[in-house]
Structures are given as structure tokens and as C-alpha cells.
T-cell receptor, first 108, second 116 residues
Framework: QKEVEQNSGPLSVPEGAIASLNCTYSDRGSQSFFWYRQYSGKSPELIMFIYSNGDKEDGRFTAQLNKASQYVSLLIRDSQPSDSATYLCAVKGNMLTFGGGTRLMVKP | GAVVSQHPSRVICKSGTSVKIECRSLDFQATTMFWYRQFPKQSLMLMATSNEGSKATYEQGVEKDKFLINHASLTLSTLTVTSAHPEDSSFYIC????????????FGPGTRLTVL
């Protein structure tokens, strides 16, 4: 079992819709959780981090963390074609471990 | 803040040559830097963790004698691919973790290596 799991996708949503990206992790001792966005041919870019249970909002992005269920999610409201990318979930226990990423496609 | 640069951004070399890639944290100190490799349409693969002033820690399956890492200062780590072969062609990305203990990593723009 992988330590950080993501559905590889592609997840296809229409422009203006909410995109919901999910991530589960196995290490219960994990304390920090991150979402990175990676455009094709580019390196990852940090877009959100969350440390506490609950929701954290930043513009169109909301990160949700549930440590009891060991999942973290990223919601993107009013999705735009420019949001089309691969989204990487990263979990920090002893080290930062990345999921395989979910490819998001936002169709005009 | 938290800008990481890599040089070169793209390199094409002949088989058998060595290639050095530099990773610099421009506006913060990084005790720890990481080197990743990413093949097309695949996820990031951690190659090694580089700690300033000490030997790098390599992931299983990564040859330390082939991928030489030097972290000589708090703002610079280098990866040298020795005797490169076509199968080493990949996207090499470094990241840096701030020395103040914060967990997030900041990525450089990557280096695309093509070995002919």
C-alpha cells in the first residue's frame, strides 16, 4: 500500500464547476499536508498547506483535512481552463511524501 | 520569498559525459535540499536528500557513485550525473526546505536532461 494515495484521473470538470481532489495517507503521525500544482513540463508549485483538522480557504481553493479518517482534499471553486494541471498531495511525517498526482482537466 | 533556482534549465549531452546541475535557494537558507527525477507522464521520484555539510542520503535503487551530490553551503546543492547514458534522460527537479523548521518544500524550475 502506498503511503500517499491519489486517483490518477483524469478528472474532468466543466468550466465554472467545483473540482474536488482527494488524497488519503497511511501515517497517522503525519502533521503537515500540502497541495502542489504541476503544469505539464514544469516543476511543482505550492498552492496550499494545512496543519489542523477542518477547512482552510485561500481564494478559490479550499483544503480540507480529516486526520481521523486520514484524508485531505482540495476543492477548486469556479474552475478555469487554466486550472488544468496535475495536483500533487504531499504529507509530512518523518519526511515529505508525495502522492502520484491527480490530473485535472477543466473544459471550456 | 522562497525562490529556488536551477541551472541549467536544459542540457543536451553526448553519452559518457558528465553533467552538473546547480540548485540555489535565492532568498532563504536551506539546511536540506532534495533531488527528484520525473519521467514523462510519471510522478516525482525522490532520488536523494542533501544536507548541508554532510553526505547525501540516497533512496533505494539510486546509485550514489553515478549521481554525485554536494551541498557545500546553505544556499547551494549540486547534482552531477556522471557518465550519462540515454536512459538518464529525464526532468531533474530540486527542492529546498527552509532552515527555520517549516515543513514545506519549494521547488526549482527543473532541468531537462537529454543524453544522446
Amino acid at each position: 500500500q502506498k503511503e500517499v494515495e491519489q486517483n490518477s484521473g483524469p478528472l474532468s470538470v466543466p468550466e465554472g464547476a467545483i473540482a474536488s481532489l482527494n488524497c488519503t495517507y497511511s501515517d497517522r503521525g503525519s502533521q503537515s499536508f500540502f497541495w502542489y500544482r504541476q503544469y505539464s513540463g514544469k516543476s511543482p508549485e505550492l498552492i496550499m498547506f494545512i496543519y489542523s483538522n477542518g477547512d482552510k480557504e485561500d481564494g478559490r481553493f479550499t483544503a480540507q483535512l480529516n486526520k481521523a479518517s486520514q484524508y485531505v482534499s482540495l476543492l477548486i471553486r469556479d474552475s478555469q481552463p487554466s486550472d488544468s494541471a496535475t495536483y500533487l498531495c504531499a504529507v509530512k511525517g518523518n519526511m515529505l511524501t508525495f502522492g502520484g498526482g491527480t490530473r485535472l482537466m477543466v473544459k471550456p | 520569498g522562497a525562490v529556488v533556482s536551477q541551472h541549467p534549465s536544459r542540457v543536451i549531452c553526448k553519452s559518457g559525459t558528465s553533467v552538473k546541475i546547480e540548485c540555489r535557494s535565492l532568498d532563504f537558507q536551506a539546511t536540506t535540499m532534495f533531488w527528484y527525477r520525473q519521467f514523462p507522464k510519471q510522478s516525482l521520484m525522490l532520488m536523494a536528500t542533501s544536507n548541508e555539510g554532510s553526505k547525501a542520503t540516497y533512496e533505494q535503487g539510486v546509485e550514489k557513485d553515478k549521481f554525485l551530490i554536494n551541498h557545500a553551503s546553505l544556499t547551494l546543492s549540486t547534482l552531477t550525473v556522471t557518465s550519462a547514458h540515454p536512459e538518464d534522460s529525464s526532468f531533474y527537479i530540486c527542492s529546498a526546505q527552509r532552515s527555520d523548521g517549516r515543513a514545506e518544500q519549494f521547488f526549482g524550475p527543473g532541468t531537462r536532461l537529454t543524453v544522446l
